[in-house]
């Protein structure tokens, strides 16, 4: 059902169906946007459920970590930019050659970065770090955000669980992100 609704909002946006008023256009836009986190919503709950079980499938292989994170910061640059936070990045030159699983780990380093925005006030920022050690390469993020206490630490890894589990709470989201992020780390052995 998504899928269509998805379709005909596309098609009504784009004028496909006809011509829209101001009031029309406007409410398409705020449908769009809730099918897109409907979308995100429906694809956490699977991949959660898949993590849930043990059921994460690595396809590990040696990838250049200089290209993932290159990656990353090519779309994250532009997100900081619109959300008014400044990034900085401590990361050498030349990075190691890491055996993982390139998908999962371009999506959990998105989806810690993505928080440490979303938590960042305007003006603040965000820092990414990498470190080289013998066998290892450590990967940081530390943002001048709302911050927890590190007695929440493991609360904040558990599924469906925000700090601020009121009704009224300023931020977004399923609660799923970094419980999946931490089961995938896991998963890798580290």
Known sequence: PLTHIKGYIDLMIEGELGPLTANQAEALRVMHLSEIRLEKLIEDLIQYSLVARGEIDLKKACLDLGEVITE??????????????????????????????????????????????????????????????KKRATISVSDSGIGFNTGQYDEIFEPFHQLDGSATRKYGGTGLGLAMAKQIIEAHGS
């Open 72 to 133: 990353i910061l090519l779309d994250f640059n532009k997100r900081c930019e619109k959300a008014n936070v400044i990034f900085h990045t401590h990361i050498p030159k030349t990075l190691p050659k890491v055996n993982a699983d390139r998908q999962k780990i371009v999506w959990v380093l998105s989806q810690i970065l993505d928080n440490a925005v979303k938590f960042t006030p305007k003006g603040g920022q965000v820092i990414m770090c990498v470190e080289v050690g």
